[in-house]
């Protein structure tokens, strides 16, 4: 399928990404300008950009987080194939979520959030389902061309 130097770049790449819009301030997004919090309860700080932000800073904040995490989702996916259970995809983005939170509790301006490693989740798990669709496709494609072979 794809060469395994270029899914080694595009899974640094992915990384690069994550850490690039969570641990560096971004202001033309809103992100690291404010003074950051801690929330451990699932599910408040969407409810409440649901109810009292713009529709604009919602879809950033909530969307930006599934986002994020696709292409990580997608790329570890084909890098470690024996990985073929959802669950597992869907762990290790969890643990790297979590590992960014963390780490976000020791930056100025950052803010640390369940919520944002529930979105992150979310998001691993949409990149690993992209992956299935990809990795379906491509076999169907590859058992015509070998039918037309003989």
Known sequence: MLNQ??????LLGSFLFMACFTLVPEPSLGIGIEKGKINIIPLHTIKNSLFHQTFLNFTINNLGNIVLFIPFGLFV?????????????????????????CIQL?????????DDVLLNTLGTG?????????????????????????
């Open 5 to 10: 130097k270029i899914i080694d770049f595009l």
């Open 77 to 101: 996916s084909f890098k470690l194939k024996n990985l073929n259970k959802v669950w597992r995809v869907i762990f290790i983005g969890m643990i790297i979520s979590i590992v960014i939170e």
């Open 106 to 114: 020791f930056i100025p301006n950052r803010w640390t959030d369940i």
């Open 126 to 150: 949409v990149g690993y389902i992209i992956f299935k669709i990809i990795n379906k496709f491509y076999k169907k494609i590859n058992a015509h061309n070998q039918e037309g072979s003989f």
